[in-house]
């Protein structure tokens, strides 16, 4: 490349201009987060698997069992909803409640579309297994362990 | 005006052709036009004559007959056309229009892949996506199987005499091609003479996915087309279906969808910016990039709840509203990010070994861009100043406006500018967003979602190029027939011709620049 | 003892270990006689002081030249994390200072493939002669005014003659793997150094002009007034760029590129083998910022600390500025490399060496 002189000097700096910057990141503060020695603050609002909300009164999940989640899913994750008509309600109380982590997008179409708002997401992102049967959670065990421990479950 | 001309001419040399005027809001195109299969030659010369560009080129089966859709649209004059062949459903023959439009090439493959449709005069009419043996065409109502002496292999590339001429495959797995894409490029010595991209390694079907599931149920698969700027698409499937549907959006959910769509867009940019710098050798923006990304994606996380594939626009408006946190958290990016163009413009922009790497290097040529089909900022590059925000505004745009960045000579130099130019401008269009962002609700309850019977186009601008979904609805609550209409795919279109003669490193250089994601382009 | 065999059967780590192993066995042979009693050095009487002298500081330079290499891939990947603003590796040891020995350990425990179709001769003799310059010019560096090897009168003709093996070494890497990506990555290489090695000897003539000896100790001395630097900084600048490409390092790393030809030379190289590569790559580094501070920078000349010190403060200052370019440039493309050799620096470098000439003829 045979240059003029002012193109020789214009390109040299801005080489030096690039190395500027990089000497300047070479002496700021580290922007990353030392996991898992630190955490991040996960939002409120972060869709992990879903869990089952509890009714005040009762103490159990809202669920009614009327499978309207399991129907609408997209990739059908949802397996079994299955419930029984305890004594003097009018609605059933769900006692099983699989769901099949492995195909979940996390899309909220069950959440949105529960009719007693019994679906929300937790915001478990921990979740490691060694095989596949490892995420086929049962929703209602989870949420009485949640309710023994008072921790999130896993 | 220019679509008033067209449809004089077509009147007057081929007056077989119908024409009839439809309904904007409703349909997404303004003109229909049905010809039959021996005039369609005639009518696309004379759309290429009065300067329109191909947009998309579908095929629909109903049973009794199919029927090829063709989109074309103009730079100057943004009103689609469409226009309709039917042929017949046992032995589909088309003229091919790929001596006209060179980019409806690759469409015209694809539509004989999964339907059948025989192109004549058709230069390389062999296998795009799916495997060379294929017993049946995936895309018909029924299961229509493929006659024996249909069944090509794909095109290999004839062997030359010439000693130096050797064939180096960019092959599927590489670094530099961004996904899953093989190219076989015949070289001599240093010299690319011919390139030729193999797709279909990240071929999903979604296009068949969305025929077995309703309108709700698809949301989740639209994201999963285009990971990186995955709102976009979020947002083209669910204002398709308002537009279907006539179903009104308030404001703030309006507004809300336009300041998520920007934010993807910039943290789409910056990763183009990083991995394309990650390809010339410089391993530091990249970091810088994701530094960026980063806080983009927090934000987004907080109203969405995901970081890459978001499911957020739902019909009539967003799954939740926004809070403070969000706005705070938006004003606190804002003020951040215009420092950071510094640091890009410092360490890479005025950088002479980068510049020498993309000055004059990969230039698409205004005539080029409109017979394949580019759009986005590879075309603004090359100086034409068409952004779908602009030519047919949607959503909260019609009150924001929003700046267009122009190129002049359409080289890598020019892309690069063209798309850190556009992260400014969508920061001054979040800007004035979140400053007048309505009260109110953000979302109108759907009971129920009653298509009528009918066909809708939506075209939104996403960060590689024009977005276009295109419904075929019969009344069901599944789609009839489902057609997006990739950025990337046409994009790629072009790359044979503008790597013609250009050195290898050059070609990592310009395949680089195009800012291709090969999941939308496969589908 | 059956796991190191099946990890080192390699001829190269036989030949390397057997000669250390035999010279650390003869040492620990002449110290225990030395302790016991006996005169050892009339051994070497009929050679005199300069034979034990060159044999310590052979054994010196090979283990400062792996203690080099195990510090500079610390260092790099230590300094490419803070630039782009995250810690380099943490875990291995305080700070990550054991990460080069668990690096060096996985190496080593690598399967030692010979793809089939291998020229073999060539095949496994690249590496081994890809170490000889590195060690032959270690001989002449002068860490201090006394703790050089041996001060030979035409020192830096033997470094830039030797450095001419390398060039050989690349070749026959890249021809002997018999793979279109090696092959293609050898020669680039082979045309880079060449392109480069010129200016390089054009940009150290003035020094030498001015210090009027070719001996590496004398050039140091005659900057007891002012470094070289301040009387030729274009030389310098030359001799730096030059540096940068002779090494293989970025902005000129085409032949290494790994978004365009996968690794270039050394694709076909596993393990043991190529850890000669990169140990000759980081250790030739530090050989042209030692020769620049010895022609420029004032060699070990510095007021209050021992020369030696100085000797390492410099070469590693220059050394630190080599990776910082490493990670801030992109890359060069090949064509526009060879044109600024060709077209820009050596013309510069021969108008600065007339007018050098000119200037000291006055």
């Not at chain 2, 000693?163 to 092959?171: E, I, Q, R, T």
């Not at chain 2, 083209?236 to 867009?265: D, H, K, Q, S, T």
């Not at chain 3, 140091?220 to 274009?234: L, N």
């Amino acid at each position: 490349m045979i240059e003029k002189p002012k193109e020789v000097i214009k390109g040299a700096w801005s080489l030096i201009l690039g190395m500027a910057v990089t000497i300047k990141a070479f002496f700021s503060p580290v922007v990353t987060c030392q996991y898992p020695r630190e955490t991040l603050r996960i939002s409120p609002r972060f869709r992990g698997h879903i869990k089952l909300v509890e009714d005040e009164e009762t103490g159990r999940p809202k669920c009614i069992a009327c499978g309207v989640c399991a129907r609408s899913c997209p990739s059908e994750s949802i397996k079994e909803v299955e419930g029984e008509k305890r004594e003097g309600e009018k609605r059933k109380s769900v006692t099983k409640f699989i769901l099949d982590f492995t195909t979940c997008s996390q899309c909220g179409i069950c959440v949105e579309i529960c009719p007693t708002g019994a679906i929300t997401f937790s915001a478990d992102y921990n979740l490691a297994g060694f095989s596949r049967e490892d995420f086929y959670f049962d929703l209602v065990e989870e949420f009485y362990r949640w309710k023994e421990k008072r921790v999130e479950s896993r | 005006m220019v679509a008033e001309q067209l449809i004089e001419d077509i009147r007057s040399s081929r007056p077989g052709v119908e024409v009839k005027e439809v309904p904007y809001e409703q349909r997404g195109y303004w003109f229909d036009l049905s010809t039959g299969p021996e005039d369609i030659e005639e009518v696309a010369r004379l759309f290429d004559r009065h300067g329109y560009y191909i947009e998309d080129v579908c095929c629909v089966d109903f049973k009794e007959y199919l029927q090829l859709v063709y989109h074309f649209n103009h730079w100057d004059d943004p009103r689609r056309i469409s226009v309709r062949v039917n042929l017949s459903a046992e032995d589909p023959v088309a003229p091919s229009i790929s001596n006209v439009y060179e980019g409806a090439g690759w469409h015209e493959r694809e539509i004989h892949e999964f339907f059948g449709v025989h192109f004549e005069n058709h230069p390389n009419l062999s296998y795009l996506f799916l495997h060379e043996g294929i017993d049946f065409y995936p895309l018909r109502k029924e299961k229509v199987p493929v006659p024996e002496e249909k069944k090509r292999l794909l095109s290999s590339l004839p062997v030359s005499e010439s000693d130096d001429v050797f064939f180096v495959n960019m092959g599927p797995q590489h670094p530099s091609t961004h996904g899953v894409l093989r190219l076989i490029l015949k070289m001599n010595g240093e010299y690319i003479e011919r390139a030729e991209p193999v797709l279909g390694y990240l071929h999903r079907m979604q296009e068949k996915m969305a025929e077995n599931r309703t309108y709700l149920k698809y949301l989740p698969n639209a994201s999963r087309l285009d990971y990186v700027g995955a709102m976009s698409y979020n947002l083209c499937y669910v204002r398709a279906m308002e537009r279907l549907c006539g179903i009104e959006v308030p404001p703030r959910a309006e507004y809300v969808r336009v300041i998520a769509v920007e934010l993807n867009r910039i943290a789409s940019h910056l990763l183009w910016l990083g991995t394309y710098l990650l390809d010339l050798g410089a391993f530091t923006p990249f970091l810088y990039a994701f530094d960026d990304r980063e806080q983009i994606l927090d934000l987004l996380e907080g109203i969405t709840g995901s970081r890459l594939t978001y499911c957020y626009c739902r019909f009539g408006g967003l799954y939740n509203d926004v809070d403070e946190d969000f706005v705070e958290g938006v004003k606190a990016f804002l003020k951040r990010m215009w420092k950071r163009f510094k640091i890009y413009n410092d360490l890479v922009t005025g950088n002479v070994i980068f510049i020498h790497r993309t000055r004059d290097i990969g230039v698409i040529p205004k005539e080029v861009a409109r017979r394949y089909g580019v759009t986005g900022p590879n075309l603004r590059a090359s100086g034409v100043s068409y952004d779908l925000r602009k030519a047919e505004p949607y959503g909260a745009y019609r009150e924001l406006g929003v700046e267009v960045a122009v190129g002049e000579k359409g080289d890598a130099l020019d892309r690069y500018l063209v798309r850190l130019q556009e992260m400014e401008n969508s920061l001054r269009v979040i800007e004035r967003a979140i400053k007048e962002l309505p009260d109110g609700p953000y979302r109108t309850e759907v009971k129920k979602l009653k298509p009528p019977e009918g066909d809708v186009y939506f075209a939104v601008e996403g960060p590689r190029g024009e977005v276009g979904i295109y419904i075929v609805s019969d009344g069901s609550t599944t789609p009839y027939r489902l057609k997006w209409r990739s950025p990337s795919f046409s994009n790629l279109t072009c790359f044979p011709e503008i790597s013609k003669g250009v050195l290898i490193a050059d070609a990592v250089s310009i395949l680089g620049s195009l800012d291709l994601v090969i999941p939308e382009m496969d589908r | 003892m059956r796991a190191l065999r099946k990890a080192f059967g390699d001829d190269v780590v036989k030949i390397g270990f057997g000669l250390v192993g035999a010279g650390f066995v003869a040492l620990l042979v002449l110290l225990l006689l030395g302790l016991l009693g006996m005169k050892v050095w009339k051994l070497f009487a009929p050679y005199g002081r300069e034979a034990i002298r060159a044999l310590v500081g052979l054994v010196g330079v090979l283990g400062f030249v792996l203690f080099n290499a195990l510090l500079l891939v610390w260092a790099e990947r230590k300094v490419a994390g803070h630039m782009q603003r995250r810690i380099g590796p943490k875990e291995v040891g305080p700070y990550g200072l054991l990460q080069s020995i668990a690096d060096s350990l996985k190496l080593l425990g690598k399967e030692i493939l010979t793809p089939r179709f291998v020229d073999r001769p060539l095949y496994y003799l690249a590496p081994i002669i890809v170490f000889i310059p590195v060690l032959v010019a270690f001989v002449v560096i002068p860490f201090d005014a006394r703790l050089q090897v041996r001060d030979i009168n035409v020192g830096i003709v033997l470094i830039l003659a030797f450095s001419s093996l390398n060039v050989i070494a690349i070749l026959l890497a890249g021809w002997s793997s018999v793979n279109k990506y090696s092959l293609i990555g050898g020669i680039r290489s082979v045309s880079q150094n060449i392109a480069y090695e010129i200016p390089l000897l054009l940009s150290l003539l003035p020094v030498i002009l001015l210090a009027g000896s070719l001996s590496m100790k004398e050039i140091v001395e005659a900057q007891s007034k002012a470094w070289f630097v301040f009387y030729q900084p274009i030389a310098f600048i030359i001799y730096f760029i030059c540096a940068v490409a002779e090494t293989n390092r970025t902005p000129f790393d085409l032949p290494e590129a790994e978004s365009e030809l996968v690794a270039g030379f050394h694709t076909e190289y596993s393990g043991m083998r190529f850890a000669m590569f990169f140990l000759a790559e980081f250790t030739n580094v530090f050989i042209v910022s030692a020769i620049a501070t010895t022609f420029f920078l004032g060699g070990y000349k510095g007021p209050v600390l021992p020369g030696i010190i100085w000797f390492f403060i410099k070469s590693y200052v220059l050394v630190f500025i080599i990776m910082w370019f490493r990670w801030t440039f992109p890359r060069v493309r090949f064509d526009q490399l060879l044109n600024f050799s060709w077209k820009f620096l050596i013309p510069l470098a021969l108008a600065n060496l007339i007018v050098t000439g000119w200037c000291l003829k006055l």
